[in-house]
């Protein structure tokens, strides 16, 4: 059909583009919501330690030397840190390919890309061994004399927890200030508040630790602060999977350019039957 000065128009194709653009939408949600029920899942297979006996006491050891080298269970401790990080990294890797780009879900996928990446390297940089429950094994700690991966180990972990918390906050955020009805906006803001008192516990029983005090219920801490990012990022698997991927503007956003185009579309054939 010729439109007005010789071109061509192709009915429908409008619409056809809106409706492509969706379904990349949403299957770019669905996809990122299975590596993030992925990562959920395996960042809390240290519970484990409830069924198994490890020898280590949850309430006072770092959850990270379930997986030591020393440790019979730590292969396997290893191998689901390593699943939960590149899950989460490639979650996050394809909602920043969408074309969101307000601070809040930028920053927050930002920050779960750099809590992805750091826990998969945190898995390759193991403890060789047990420190809060093995005198010897601080005491080479303290003298510098255990391999470099401690210390390696000791910067991814810290990455992979500040990675998290900007993506538990920003996101949450986010979700509060776009979304709002979103399984993110109406329950994420619980876990995430839970999330920043647990890391400040285990702040202080870390610091209170390697001042020689006691470790003032580290285990605990930790695992509670563990714990509560598997639930948000649980909560945010629901969230996404109701093509919600940046902060819940990106889904609407291609619905209402959608809408646009068939409106457009069903104008320009009306208008063309009244010239007829």
Known sequence: MDGPGGETTRPGGSGEAGTGTRA?????????????????????????EVLIATGLDPVRTYVSELA?????????????????????????????????????????WAGL???????????RL?????????????????????PATHTAHAI?????????????VALTVAARRYGRGTPLARFGPAPAAAELAATAWTLV?????EAGRGTWLLGAGQRAQVLLVALWLAVLCAHVARGDVLGGTEARGEATRGEAAHGNEARGNEARGKDV
């Open 24 to 48: 990349r939408s949403r299957t770019r949600s669905r996809a990122v919501a299975v590596l993030l029920l992925l990562g959920a899942v395996a960042y809390t297979a240290w519970v484990l």
């Open 68 to 108: 030591a080298v020393d440790q019979p269970l730590g292969g396997i401790f290893r191998a689901t840190d390593l699943v939960a990080g590149a899950a989460v990294f490639l979650a996050a890797g394809a909602a920043l390919t969408g074309r969101e780009r307000r601070p809040w879900p930028v920053a927050g």
């Open 113 to 123: 890309l750099l809590f992805g990446a750091a826990t998969a390297a945190d898995s």
């Open 126 to 146: 193991p403890l060789s061994c047990a420190p809060t429950v093995d005198p010897e094994c601080a005491a080479r700690e303290t003298a510098g004399l255990v």
């Open 156 to 168: 991814s972990s810290s990455l992979a927890m500040t990675g998290a918390l900007i993506g538990v």
């Open 205 to 209: 029983a870390v610091a209170a630790f």
